[in-house]
Nanobody, 123 residues
Framework: QVQLLESGGGLVQAGGSLRLSCATSGRTFSTHGMGWFRQAPGKEREFVGAISWSGDSTNYADSVKGRFTISRDNAENTVYLQMNSLKPEDTAVYYC????????????????WGQGTQVTVSS
C-alpha cells in the first residue's frame, strides 16, 4: 500500500510559479512510475505529466509543455511538479498518482492516488 500526500498548492498571480510536492509512504516508491493530473471545476480529470520509476523518462501534456517540470527524489520518496508561467486556465485541483514503472498519460494505469491540492491562478 502506498499513501500519497500532495502539498504546495495555493493562490498565485498569472505568470507566477509554484512547486507541488507529493510525499509518499512505503518502501516501494522507487519502483513506481508517478504522474500528475488535474481537474478543474466542471471538467474531467486530465493528464499533466509523468515520470518513470528511474526518473529517466518524462512526458507532458501539450498544454503545460515547456512550463511545467516533473522530477523525483527516490531517496526522499517524493515527486515534484515545478510550475512556471502559470495561467488562469491552470487553475485546478492537482493530484499525484503512483502506478506501473512507467504509466504515462493513462489514468487507468495508476492505482494509488492522493487527495489533491488546489492551485488557483488569478488574472
Amino acid at each position: 500500500q502506498v499513501q500519497l500526500l500532495e502539498s504546495g498548492g495555493g493562490l498565485v498571480q498569472a505568470g507566477g510559479s509554484l512547486r507541488l510536492s507529493c510525499a509518499t509512504s512505503g518502501r516501494t516508491f522507487s519502483t513506481h512510475g508517478m504522474g500528475w493530473f488535474r481537474q478543474a471545476p466542471g471538467k474531467e480529470r486530465e493528464f499533466v505529466g509523468a515520470i518513470s520509476w528511474s526518473g529517466d523518462s518524462t512526458n507532458y501534456a501539450d498544454s503545460v509543455k515547456g512550463r511545467f517540470t516533473i522530477s523525483r527524489d527516490n531517496a526522499e520518496n517524493t515527486v515534484y511538479l515545478q510550475m512556471n508561467s502559470l495561467k488562469p486556465e491552470d487553475t485546478a485541483v492537482y493530484y499525484c498518482a503512483a502506478g506501473f514503472k512507467y504509466s504515462g498519460s493513462s489514468s487507468y494505469r495508476y492505482y494509488y492516488w492522493g487527495q489533491g491540492t488546489q492551485v488557483t491562478v488569478s488574472s
